[in-house]
């Protein structure tokens, strides 16, 4: 699932008006542009969660009426509102649109129709563009769905994470087995082009054979997209204070290896064909052209509570929590918490941290000397292709993206 980090980066303050820099405009319009929109409710704190998100809980007494997920789709609609200030005379359509959280289906089909419209009447969209929203298997049905379908969105993300019940319930996920597929059918039957399924590998006591059936459940629903992700034990977390505890144990790496191993078989026996490490699918035209977006560094404007934005070589990210992200555009203020504006250097080595996990690689153009030396042996070593690296790109093996980190570590030297 995709998400907001809980823990914020440091950065210069951003502007009240949220003005960007002259620069980060110059050479827009060869750019795309999408919008992420961050919804940050949960019914239930997942156990592995470090995403920016709350539960009804958690929010009580903290930011009031502010912070309640009933007004949230006007907050939101408030920053779109504001980003096309800030954007000023920007022509550029809107490519991609991505509703992720949290649990966007908390909210009422409705809302999310209505932050689509205001991104479509701010902007305007491209008349190919992806509009996906994320979803709990629990938090749909058949209605919520076609009103979605109608409301413009033609792509859907579903949480599935494993098919087994004691997997499921070592992440606290709330769904039955079962469900994301029943879900997958009732996208399907609503109109939905694009569906994905979302997997998470190496789960403390999953075995082997849980996994494949994890796969063979998922392929079996007829997605056109599967992404396996491993699962990442994070800091501060439920599941991190379990394994302190020793109340169940860590997964290993090489666990972990066997997974993906078992994982790029059975989709690429399926007819799936991987497009970046954690993604697989069955056409081009089922690929994420929102995540794509992200990994070839394009322009994109995060709205809500902790979302991150980029427009030409500035990040920026706005404050976390909801009361104090209604507050700021209540009183006409960037909910922005902080900036950082890129160097030439540092878009050159997120272009290699990124693209090199692309199944086009990244082009060897961007490699220092000592790099490009590291490249030339991860090709003896069998981690790089060896007939991409001899047209100028770097393209990991499956070796490779076994390691791709340690790869890409070597390369930005």
Avoid at 22 to 38: I, Q, T, V
Avoid at 174 to 200: M, Q, S, Y
Avoid at 205 to 219: F, K, P, Y
Avoid at 318 to 345: F, M, T
Wanted: charged share 25%; hydrophobic share 40%.
């Amino acid at each position: 699932m995709d998400g907001m980090p809980s823990v914020l980066p440091d950065g210069e303050p951003v502007p009240d008006d949220g003005a960007l820099p002259r620069h980060a405009l110059e050479g827009a319009a060869g750019r795309p542009l999408g919008f992420y929109l961050h919804v940050p409710y949960c019914a239930t704190r997942c156990g592995y969660c470090d995403f920016n998100t709350y539960t009804a809980t958690e929010l009580r007494g903290s930011g009031g009426a502010l912070a309640s997920r009933d007004t949230y789709a006007s907050h939101l609609v408030g920053e779109i509102r504001q980003a096309r200030e800030v954007l000023g005379d920007d022509p550029r359509p809107v490519r991609t649109v991505f509703v992720g959280g949290g649990t966007p289906t908390l909210l009422a089909a409705a809302d999310l129709v209505r932050m689509l419209a205001a991104v479509r009447e701010e902007f305007g969209l491209a008349d190919d563009a992806e509009i996906t929203t994320e979803a709990n298997p629990e938090s749909v049905g058949p209605a919520y769905l076609a009103e979605l379908r109608e409301g413009g969105f033609n792509r859907i993300s579903f949480g599935m994470q494993s098919a087994r019940q004691h997997v499921l319930k070592i992440l606290d996920r709330t769904h039955t087995p079962g469900r994301p597929e029943a879900c997958v059918a009732e996208a399907r039957a609503a109109g939905f082009e694009h569906i994905n399924l979302d997997l998470i590998y190496g789960t403390p006591g999953e075995s082997d054979d849980d996994w494949r059936a994890s796969l063979d459940a998922a392929i079996g629903a007829g997605p056109d997209h599967v992404s396996a992700y491993a699962l990442i034990v994070e800091e501060g977390t439920g599941l991190a204070r379990r394994i302190k505890r020793g109340e169940i144990p860590m997964t290993d790496d090489d666990a972990h290896a066997d997974r993906y191993l078992i994982a790029d078989e059975a989709m690429a026996a399926a007819g799936y064909s991987w497009y970046e490490v954690s993604n697989w699918a069955r056409t081009p035209e089922g690929r994420c052209l929102h995540n794509e977006l992200y990994w070839r560094g394009a322009d994109w404007w995060g709205a809500g509570p902790g979302a991150h934005s980029h427009v030409g070589g500035v990040r920026w990210w706005n404050v976390k929590h909801p009361g104090a992200y209604a507050q700021a555009l209540a009183e006409g203020r960037s909910p922005g918490a902080g900036r950082e504006i890129l160097s030439a250097e540092d878009r050159r080595v997120e272009r290699i941290l990124l693209e090199l996990r692309l199944v086009d690689g990244c082009p060897l153009s961007l490699l220092a000397p000592a790099g490009l030396a590291a490249a030339r042996r991860a090709v003896d070593d069998g981690l790089l292709e060896p007939a991409p690296f001899d047209d100028g790109r770097a393209v990991l093996t499956l070796r490779g993206r076994l390691l791709a980190d340690a790869v890409v570590r070597d390369l930005v030297d």
